[in-house]
């Protein structure tokens, strides 16, 4: 369930494609990058996500006895080429953008310079994470931008897919700007923030609502938020009003109501007006049920009176767009740029760099997408963060990759901010056409049998250009 | 990443409500049901699966020293309660509908009789995990109606969230009926058949197509399925056929091609003209890239000569309904019937059954949901699977579940065999209509501080009916 789920998670073609280098000795360095070719419309922006849990996995990636074990039992590879696999270590180098950086399809954000064998066979799970904690910390940043100032929770764990995707997606909704997440594990982890109240089978299991009440107010006294819609909201809330001087004498103040079934923007206000009529001003109401960025946007925009929001299933599938169509492709090898040319799928070839321009106001103002060693005007977003299997740096906090999204977020193009459709300019620089029209003709005069020695293609620079 | 992710993937309000339940001494017995309130139109119906990971998780339930250490030093519980977790384990029971079985909306597939503390604590992961393989055997069941005969393979652990989910999605879908996957790993753990071929960047990164392919067959000689469409299918195809009597006199047979991107129901078509011309009519086409049910039904319906499909991350994220609308939810407490009211997420109370009646063709004609004491004609569909916290029998292998499920499909009525939206009659009994009003007109008593002591509702029978 952690980044070191194993490096059996894997597709068998990376194993039966490592047989082949092996058994015909490719062993020169080979490029690959990962990026999203499209966004469906409406969603104008992504957010970086996984890079932390990907540096992990590269780390602590290799076969165990046992997984050697397992693969000769299946008689599809060679005992020599096991035993290859025996001493097979990640031994490349990373370059990606920082985890919260806003980015667009076409960017790579992450490079893989490594050995062939070791950068193939680590495709399937760098997407598998990159891709998961991506999807869901772009859903929740639209959250984030439709209610500022509000508290929101990740409450998503049990609609997530599976353990990894619960745990992920608590962490790529704090990254984004989430308050917190109801998942302990993800508490106990990564340090967030936990947050929680009870359920209706804990009000339904007691003979009466206002008994449930009180009897959780006496257990969680530092903690005392209160589910009211098990059967009567108003009348709930008026329990809740009743309570509260015997509570107060008991020194047990009540925290807040969550409202979770109905037309929330009306519960809450009629809500509201019963906790002040009451006297408890200071309670919060908090809803959940259902939500997303645009019942966010919505509920605020008509005023509804909510401090809080728990948000669950619709994040932590990202169930407008359960998926991004994103690649980890072959960009180099042995010093020679590749590019596929599949209908529909065709890759940009070489090492990359993504350079951002900003207006005057610091807002973001256009992209381009260029040869790592072709220079362009702009910051550019890649940055070293792994040699020879190493890291360049500790990995950072989350609160400080909370710092980068909010950075990020904040300097977005005021439409894009909106929720609102943008064709936030990203140019292909002509070095990168110039490129691709190289390989292409090289391909041609390889299928041609001319030779083509001279005047290849692409030959790389060092990976750290100085 | 396996059933037992630990204790502490959970929601902290079911740690919450523990405490509460612990200080005021509620450990009476508890009775929750996991259902489906509603389905999107078109997606008729449900395809269980994700049972045996829950009662691993079950049997293997306990807080661990350090999972103690750490909620003491969150200052949210009490020394006493978290003693009495060190202690805690599954001891109730479990009834559910076998995995493969196809069920409805508002049918109850697992029914957890505990005390409460131990099945309210369960909720976050039974959930996730019967929603996560229940929303991909569903989704995946619709890929095998629409290529009866055909082999599917499931390719979509890059793209899954996560690693359980590419993990338990392999699983699911060869529940229903995919005839293996590329995940090593679930090869490894589930015995599922594994199949892989190339990919791209090993075509890219040889000096020449056909290099490629020659290379890849003699590292793999009992497994040559050659990726054709990197840069011009056709013409791919057309070296297929060249390099294949050279081949043959190694002892190699090239066992099929994959095609990738493009027009894949046309590039077939003009391949298999390609390979039968040059005397490949024994190798197989294999067609992967964004399938789904719809697309094999297309493909197959304008008569592509296609073999087998690679389906990914549309059925592995069931993409046209990334979650489903599914709860579990307290309906009997110390004996008594509970029900919530909550606008729209109302429940029906009491210990249910399910059953079903079948046509004289042996098509499902109808099922009803009742009061598991009230009997009724047809086949009951939940069964019991777990007593005092130990299974009653040993785990079903996957192959007798794949029959479950096999056979389920074939009794489907016909118009769900075609997808084709069908409003399959799912009764709600008159017992349960009758308790819920029952249960109401008591609350509504408590309410008012009237006495109610006799004739309580729902007062439950014995956990296994004679």
Redesign the interface.
Known sequence: ??AA??V??????????L??????G?EET?V?EFFVRRLRPGRGFLLAAGLEQCLEYLEQMQFAPEDLE?LAS?R?FSQDFLASLERLRFTGDVHAMPEGTVFFPNEPILRITAP?AQA?LV???L???L??ET?IASKAARSVLMAPGKLLVD?G????????????AARASYIAGFGGT????A??RFGIP????????????H??EAQAFE??A???P??VVLLI????TE?AAHKVVALAPGLEKAGIRIKGVRI????LAEHARRVRRILDAGGLQDVIIFASGDLDEYALRDMLAAGAPVDGFGVG??VD???DQ???D?AY??QE?AGQA????????ATWPGRKQVYRRFDADGHMAGDTVTLETAGQAGEPLLVPVMRGGGRLASAPTLADVRGVAAGNLARLPEPLRQLKDDDYPVEIASALHKLAAQVDRT?LC??AGLSESRDRPGAAGPAFPA
Chains 1, 2 share one sequence.
């Not at 819609?229 to 009567?232: C, E, I, P, R």
């Not at 590749?338 to 799928?345: A, D, L, P, V």
């Open positions: 369930m952690n789920a194993g059996l998670l894997t597709d068998l073609y990376q194993l039966t494609m047989q082949a280098y092996h058994d015909s490719m080979a690959f397992w299946t599809r062939i193939q495709e399937t799970r997407i598998n994470l891709h998961l999807l409450f764990l049990r609609r997530a897919h599976g353990a990894e995707a619960g745990l992920l109801s998942t302990v594990l508490g106990r936990l947050f929680g109240t009870m359920a209706h089978s804990f009000v339904q299991a003979e009466d009897c959780f006496h257990a969680q530092d903690n819609d098990t059967w009567d009348a979770d079934s109905g037309d299933t619709r599938t990202s169930s359960p998926y991004l994103c492709k072959l090898y590749r590019r596929k040319r599949s209908e529909g799928k391909a390889l299928a």
